[in-house]
T-cell receptor, first 112, second 113 residues
Framework: KAGVTQTPRYLIKTRGQQVTLSCSPI?????VSWYQQTPGQGLQFLFE???????NKGNFPGRFSGRQFSNSRSEMNVSTLELGDSALYLC???????????FGQGTRLTVV | QKEVEQNSGPLSVPEGAIASLNCTYS??????FFWYRQYSGKSPELIMS????GDKEDGRFTAQLNKASQYVSLLIRDSQPSDSATYLC?????????????FGSGTRLSIRP
């Protein structure tokens, strides 16, 4: 069974640009969550999607958005990039509520 | 108060000894609790999940949950150098109808030979 797949693995963007990251969950998993990890802040919850609906949202500005498609694949978008957005972005999938989350390998975003 | 709190460490334990990692959480309504291990430059890897009060054992790992005290712990027996990593405590926050897993800041564990 394939795990969680995130693309791309690495990205370098310039301030002011926008970026789209992709996540394919484990087959059969319908919930996808996104996290930002930085050395200073640790793993911060961005949002969670289930059946194409955002059910939970963390404390991030509106520049961070996401969506989920009917096949459970998810994308997150960051607009008007800032230097502080440089981080490892992790996607996790869960089978159903209250169950374990399994992470992808992450996308390392560098904003210059 | 942070939703999930851990001692950041580093925690240094001699090889072969027991490593004890602790975590507290703020929301009494939380129902699901997890421990993840993260090596430097890698993504978190699930070690244990625990849902009810008491102990749950899996090989060298034992998770302990005390909902009354809002406390979760992880014991690693016979610690090995390969156990050196950051350990993340994670809690699924209410409502139980949705997934919102919040992570602690992690405890860095170092196993010294």
């Amino acid at each position: 069974k394939a795990g969680v797949t995130q693309t791309p693995r690495y990205l370098i963007k310039t301030r002011g640009q926008q970026v789209t990251l992709s996540c394919s969950p484990i087959s059969g998993h319908r919930s996808v969550s996104w996290y930002q990890q930085t050395p200073g802040q640790g793993l911060q919850f961005l949002f969670e999607y289930f059946s194409e609906t955002q059910r939970n949202k963390g404390n991030f500005p509106g520049r961070f958005s996401g969506r989920q498609f009917s096949n459970s694949r998810s994308e997150m978008n960051v607009s008007t990039l800032e230097l502080g957005d440089s981080a490892l972005y992790l996607c996790a999938s869960t089978l159903t509520v209250n169950t374990e989350a399994f992470f992808g390998q992450g996308t390392r975003l560098t904003v210059v | 108060q942070k939703e999930v709190e851990q001692n950041s460490g580093p925690l240094s334990v001699p090889e072969g000894a027991i490593a004890s990692l602790n975590c507290t959480y703020s929301d009494r309504g939380s129902q699901s609790f997890f421990w993840y291990r993260q090596y430097s430059g890698k993504s978190p890897e699930l070690i244990m999940s625990i849902y009810s009060n008491g102990d749950k054992e899996d090989g060298r790992f034992t998770a302990q949950l005390n909902k009354a005290s809002q406390y979760v712990s992880l014991l690693i027996r016979d610690s090995q150098p390969s156990d050196s990593a950051t350990y993340l405590c994670a809690v699924n926050m209410p409502p139980s109808s949705a997934s919102k897993i919040i992570f602690g800041s992690g405890t860095r564990l170092s196993i010294r030979p």
